[in-house]
């Protein structure tokens, strides 16, 4: 079974800073995508940034950037220039890509971020 | 906006009661999903389908059931709500070469 770790609980920032998330993960599958979601206080989810496996491109969204390793199974989030709007809890989820895996997505336990001004 | 509806978006009733989520999309998707996310926010998946007339459970037991009889409904069913119901219930849908789109998610407490 796939599982995704995030390491840090919490992680606090200061305004126009930059934070990297942590997200590591276990599967035996060679196709899968990898995200980032974040979920403010609304509760709403929304989806950060994606990360398919066969790319080795990292991907990147304006302030946002990861780092697969997909060799040591890693996939952390940077966040560039911080904002007051960035804070949030962050999920890291992973999803296979054969009918296998069902399309379901497993997510990590959450880095709550605070961002100070 | 949201192309997936969730409603209540609050609820709040007593223990014992039947209660229905009700859950939308107009996407057209296939496949759609309910997460539990708990007081810790740890979200679980707990029900799943891959179309009209599929449901199937996910990784964490629930006590709910749910229905798909239509391809943008997936409304989810307790039929005696408990305390430890209390959590907050997110659907989702996807279609394949797409990415999952949530709704914003039902919160219920079972007093």
């Known amino acids: 079974a796939q599982t995704v770790t995030q390491s840090q609980p919490e992680m606090s920032v200061q305004e126009a800073e930059t934070v990297t998330l942590s997200c590591t993960y276990d599967?035996?599958?060679?196709?899968?995508?990898l995200f980032w979601y974040k979920q403010p206080p609304s509760r709403q989810m929304i989806l950060v940034i994606r990360q398919e496996a066969y790319k080795q491109q990292n991907a990147t969204e304006n302030r946002f950037s990861v780092n697969f390793q997909k060799a040591a199974k890693s996939f952390s989030l940077k966040i560039s220039d911080s904002q007051l709007g960035d804070a949030a809890m962050y999920f890291c989820a992973y999803r296979g890509n054969s009918g296998g895996s069902n399309y379901k997505l497993t997510f990590g336990k959450g880095t709550l971020l605070t961002v100070n001004p | 906006e949201a192309d997936i509806y969730q409603t209540p978006r609050y609820l709040v009733i007593g223990t014992g009661k039947k209660i229905t989520l009700e859950c939308s999309q107009t996407m057209g998707h296939d496949k759609m999903y309910w997460y539990q996310q708990d007081p810790g926010m740890e979200l679980h998946l707990i029900h799943y389908s891959y179309g009209v007339n599929s449901t199937e459970k996910g990784d964490l037991s629930s006590e709910s059931t749910v229905s798909r009889i239509r391809t943008e409904h997936f409304p989810l069913t307790l039929e005696s709500a408990r305390p430890s119901h209390t959590s907050q219930y997110l659907c989702a849908s996807m279609s394949a070469g797409s990415g999952y789109t949530f709704g914003s998610g039902t919160r219920l407490t079972v007093v």
């Open positions: 599967t035996s599958e060679s196709d899968y995508y």
